[in-house]
Structure formats: C-alpha cells, structure tokens
Nanobody, 117 residues
Framework: QVQLVESGGGLVQAGGSLRLSCAAS????????MGWYRQAPGKERKFVAR????????YVEDSVKGRFTISRDNAKNTVYLQMNSLTPEDTAIYYC??????????WGQGTQVTVSS
C-alpha cells in the first residue's frame, strides 16, 4: 500500500546539476528512513543517501558526499536528492527507497540519470 514515484531524472552535461524528487503515498505511518539507491548498467544496486524521516538526520555515501544532498518536505511527503557537479560515473537508474516497520521495504520504479562528457 506504499507507492513511491520518482521524478526529475534526465540528460545533463558533466558538471551540471539535477534534483530528483520522490513522492510517497499510501500506508506510510511506520516510515523510518527514506533514501536513494542507484544502479548503473552491469553493476550492483548501490546505496547513495538516506534520511531519517522524523529527525531529519542524513547520511550520504562517501563517493558522492559533498556533491549530493538529501532532504525532505514533511508536508509534501517528499524526499529530494540534489545532485551537483555530476560526472559520467553518476549515470544510473536512481531508485527511491523506503524502510518501514516489520522489515518492510518499498521501491520506486526508478528514474534515469544520464551524464554526458
């Protein structure tokens, strides 16, 4: 009963910026974390960033720390990923993720980010 809908992906040049959004709906009352993963072609899906929903505490993976920022808007039930100084290595499908109670996990459908040289 949880739905996650990503938006904001697209094609950008190296050095550019992009802001991803993930709107959550449905049965999200036991939401602990929301965050982002990404998966490049032929690669494993990797953690990017997370935010603790109630406190706003964040963690960003070292490889993108300083370039990517995660934030939330409680009123809009939305999490964002601001991506700056993008490189071709950031090209991937970006997936929104929610961690809830009882070990429940939910995924969005993904949004493609392509960074050209």
């Amino acid at each position: 009963q949880v739905q996650l809908v990503e938006s904001g992906g697209g094609l950008v040049q190296a050095g550019g910026s992009l802001r991803l959004s993930c709107a959550a709906s449905g049965h999200t009352f036991s939401r602990y974390f929301m965050g982002w993963y990404r998966q490049a072609p032929g690669k494993e899906r990797k953690f990017v960033a997370r935010i603790h929903w109630s406190s706003g505490s964040t963690y960003v993976e070292d490889s993108v720390k300083g370039r990517f920022t995660i934030s939330r808007d409680n009123a809009k039930n939305t999490v964002y990923l601001q991506m700056n100084s993008l490189t071709p290595e950031d090209t991937a499908i970006y997936y929104c993720h929610l961690t809830g109670g009882q070990g429940n996990e939910h995924w969005g459908q993904g949004t493609q980010v392509t960074v050209s040289s």
